[in-house]
């Protein structure tokens, strides 16, 4: 699809476009940002949306994205979102030689083996840490992009659920031994 097309489907969809993200924010001025992000984010793929309907389909999906992360942005900024790991003052190492950075990566690796199969673990890190694209990944492992998008955002929530869960289970303990470490 080229650009003037993409440009028309979108205009055409404009409304309908901010009353989503509208409800989603809750107020005009946000609603606007999420659709200018998502507009510049389909403009970028514009050569891989094959026809009206599949533009029309991203176009709505994008606009929720970008509405939910501009959510998740303003919720890191107050600190309130759940799954945020507070980061000490400083990095300073602790008694072992290990910093709050090491601590952190190796207890997500110990979560990550605990708790995904090893095809999720190589896709995580491959997104993650390789920063690889996901259709790099879907053709890795012979999947779909939408497949491998459902494993990486389920390994997450698997992984930052065990997390809290884990820091709980610890602040319940430290609040019936307060002088265990």
Known sequence: MDSRQLTSTFMAMR?????IARQLLGNDDDAVDALQDAFVGLWTRADSLSDERHA???????VRNA????????A??????????????????????????????GEVSRLMDAHLSERDREILRLRDAGEWPMEEIAARFGLTEAHVRTIVSRARRTIRDRYLELQ??????HKQNPQTP
Do not use: K, M, W
Not at 15 to 19: K, S
Not at 87 to 105: I, K, M, N, V, W
Not at 168 to 173: K, Q, V
């Open 76 to 105: 890191v900024r107050r600190g309130d979102e759940a799954g945020v790991i507070p980061e000490p003052a400083d990095d300073t190492a602790d008694c072992y030689g290990e910093s709050h950075a090491e601590r952190l990566f």
């Open 15 to 19: 409304q309908r476009l901010l009353a």
């Open 168 to 173: 709980r289970i610890r602040t319940d303990n």
């Open 67 to 74: 509405s939910i992360d501009l959510l998740r942005r303003r």
């Open 56 to 62: 029309r389909g991203a176009t709505v999906i994008s």
